[in-house]
């Protein structure tokens, strides 16, 4: 026995514990003991070899189980259970498939040593395959052969996979968490091979490891994605809760802005200070109040309109328009011009500054209105009431001073009352002027001496705004303002009319330029018909022939009816006064040098002068 314990203890191989029954045999002594030794010592031996091999397939759970707890990827854990398994059973193939609970099936999820790309894709119902009955029984099966295994339920799809990839022996142990079956774990072999009990515990050991593994694995990446998900609204809240904060920093600001006394431009550059880019800020007829429009594409306005009927910032091009109304009547526009995305919190920036924007020009437009009605009520005294007292304390009170001198305007226009009483409100308010409106007549008091320059500004300035003309007719209110205004009103009048009456309806002159054609004008006569009558056959002879028959009439006239002082004015030979002469009789009749008639040829001719003269100022 001592023999047996000795070969044992080193290991010895199987075979070499035939030597001591051999050598008693050829000693010729009874070898029935020595055989029940040897059979005692083999069955420990292979008690000690399964011992050994039990020992490190524990150790190898033992690594795997920590292989695996320091794997966070789900992926990365699926794939070495697969291959731990494969290497611990020494099979050909291992591979895992794993439950989907939207189609009820297992679907193959990862291989290791695979050849089959049909394999690859399996899917396997439940109860179908070997696969799909652990999945529905959740109990370890195995086969040695598969195809001949008549406990299985064949399906073609299945077979033909398997027969792809060449597989004959299998075991297919399940993933259990608690009472749930995850998947399905499985090794394989090419060749016919049973799988022994010791085979079917250590992948279920294995089985049980990697459920626990994906789990985890699983768990991790969903906080991983809940995480991200949290970051990312926290982002979000972060960035809106900026865009609040700079928005209601911003909207302070310009608050602060109109409380202090502040203007559109202070406005403005709020806005390029916190958003960046160029402000742009139009006026209800779209004319730049800040910064430049002659640049600004002309859908800018059709932006503008769409702004007013949604109530929002509207994106055009690189522009961002936001527009605001005052009972359906546009008031003010705001073009932010920028190269960067304004985000939709910011654009509410915008919003805010147009609404600050229209109450500043509301505000104005109130105040100007009030200031107008003062200073119209003022001007209306005046010409009224001259010798109302108090005239001159009330005067100074609006920055005005009767004691310079000034000139009166009547402007007379067609329709849009209110718009130029406010234009001329705000005149005269910049130029400490009076402005008042009288029936279709707008009526300035204007610092200055000059008045036929006074009323061709206003009448060109005045027709511009409204965009349709405007006739102004002015005088100079001499000596003491406050007791000429009455006088030069009425001179203003009559020159306005005789404008009129010329056909000259957009021009301005003042009734020193018009001389007695004012008064004679004023009431309203009809100086084309006038011209007609006293020189027409005479200007259209000049029109038709390019003659200059009109002008030799003038100097004719100025000569005092002498030929040769004509002719030495014109330049031109005596014959030829003469023969210009007889064609005027032609034309005007034998009796265009009586009296009568004469003088009657000389007014039309002043009046064509001072028409023409008018044309070309």
Request: charged residues 25%.
């Amino acid at each position: 026995m001592n023999v047996y314990l000795e070969l044992l203890a080193r290991e010895a191989s199987a075979v070499e514990f035939e030597g001591p029954v051999l050598q008693a045999r050829a000693a010729g002594l009874d070898t029935t003991a020595l055989e029940e030794d040897k059979i005692a010592a083999l069955k420990v031996r292979a008690m000690l070899r399964r011992r050994a091999k039990r020992e490190a397939e524990l150790s190898a759970l033992f690594d795997t189980a920590g292989d695996l707890a320091g794997l966070t990827d789900l992926d990365a854990v699926l794939e070495a259970i697969v291959q731990r398994a494969r290497r611990l059973l020494s099979t050909d193939i291992a591979y895992m498939t794993l439950h989907d609970p939207e189609r009820g099936d297992t679907c193959m999820r990862v291989t290791d040593g695979s050849i089959s790309a049909r394999f690859r894709e399996l899917r396997l119902a439940m109860g179908a395959g070997l696969g799909g009955l652990v999945a529905q029984s959740g109990t370890p099966y195995n086969t040695a052969d598969y195809f001949a295994d008549e406990r299985l339920r064949h399906t073609l799809t299945i077979d033909e996979a398997v027969h792809e990839e060449g597989l004959v022996a299998i075991l297919g142990v399940p993933l259990r968490l608690g009472t749930q079956v995850i998947g399905v774990l499985f090794a394989a072999n090419r060749s016919a091979r049973p799988f022994v009990q010791e085979e079917v515990a250590l992948l279920c050991s294995l089985a049980a490891h990697a459920a626990v593994a994906i789990d985890t694995a699983r768990l991790l990446q969903e906080t991983r994605a809940a995480l991200a998900e949290l970051s990312g609204a926290n982002t979000v809240i972060s960035a809106h809760s900026e865009a609040i904060e700079r928005a209601a920093d911003a909207h302070d600001r310009m608050t602060g802005l109109v409380l202090r006394g502040g203007g559109v431009e202070d406005v403005a550059a709020v806005v390029t200070e916190v958003l960046g880019g160029t402000v742009t800020v139009l006026d209800d007829e779209g004319r730049p109040l800040v910064g430049q429009a002659a640049d600004l594409d002309s859908g800018v306005f059709d932006a503008a309109q769409s702004s007013r009927a949604l109530g929002r910032t509207v994106k055009r091009g690189g522009a961002y328009v936001a527009s605001v109304d005052v009972g359906a009547a546009p008031l003010c526009t705001l073009v932010l011009r920028t190269e960067q995305l304004v985000a939709a919190a910011d654009q509410r920036i915008l919003e805010r500054a147009a609404i600050v924007t229209a109450l500043l020009l509301l505000f104005r437009r109130s105040v100007a209105e009030a200031e107008g009605r003062v200073r119209g009520e003022l001007l209306d005294d005046l010409i009224s009431r001259p010798d109302l007292t108090g005239l001159g304390d009330r005067a100074r009170r609006l920055g005005v001073d009767l004691d310079r001198p000034h000139v009166l305007v009547v402007t007379r226009h067609e329709g849009q009352r209110e718009r130029a009483a406010f234009w001329a409100s705000s005149q005269a308010a910049l130029a400490h002027g009076l402005a008042t409106t009288r029936g279709d007549e707008v009526v300035l008091l204007l610092p200055g001496d000059k008045p036929g320059a006074v009323a061709r500004r206003v009448a060109r300035e005045l027709s511009s705004s409204l965009g349709r003309p405007a006739t102004a007719g002015a005088a100079r209110a001499a000596g003491t303002v406050s007791s000429a205004v009455s006088a030069a009103y009425r001179e203003a009048q009559r020159c306005a009319d005789a404008l009129i009456a010329l056909g000259r309806s957009g021009h301005g002159a003042s009734a020193e330029e018009l001389g007695f054609v004012g008064l004679l004008m004023g009431e309203g006569r009809d100086a084309s018909g006038f011209l007609t009558s006293a020189l027409g056959p005479v200007l259209d002879y000049d029109g038709r022939r390019g003659t200059a028959l009109i002008r030799t009439l003038t100097a004719y006239f100025g000569a005092g009816g002498s030929l040769s002082r004509t002719a030495d004015a014109l330049h031109i030979h005596v014959n030829t006064v003469t023969q210009r002469l007889d064609r005027v009789a032609q034309l005007l009749g034998p009796d265009w040098q009586e009296p009568e008639r004469a003088l009657e040829i000389q007014l039309a001719l002043r009046l064509y002068r001072l028409r023409s003269h008018i044309t070309d100022g």
